[in-house]
């Protein structure tokens, strides 16, 4: 699991700059795999279950993650398969805690 599941994700205030270059290559190395960065504006990751149960409660406990993490990703729900795309609506951009977020819903598919 990528260390970065163990931070909090940082509210954003709005008014900083998206994390693009470097950073941002830096940032998904410490992710781990599975993410796409799109466009350096979103991560999107879908992961697939065995049937329809266990991917509406894994969206739950996704849901339930963004509630206390005070961060909200589009969830797409369907057969066996949840679609996560996360990125920071204030800024339309990456940030840190967008990366915080992403290795805590991968924590939760464990």
Request: hydrophobic share 35%; net charge negative; proline share 4%.
């Amino acid at each position: 699991m990528s260390e970065l599941a163990s931070q909090q994700c940082v509210p954003c205030r709005g008014g900083v700059p998206p994390v693009t270059g470097d950073e941002l290559k830096a940032l998904q190395t410490r992710l781990g795999g599975g993410w796409t960065v799109v466009d350096e504006h979103h991560l999107e990751k879908a992961y697939t279950f065995d049937d329809f149960r266990q991917a509406l409660d894994f969206t739950v406990r996704v849901g339930e993650m963004a509630e206390e993490q005070d961060h909200h990703p589009d969830i797409v729900l369907t057969w066996g398969r949840v679609t996560v795309t996360i990125w920071t609506h204030k800024i339309d951009g990456l940030t840190e805690s967008d990366f915080v977020f992403a290795a805590k819903s991968d924590a939760l598919h464990r």
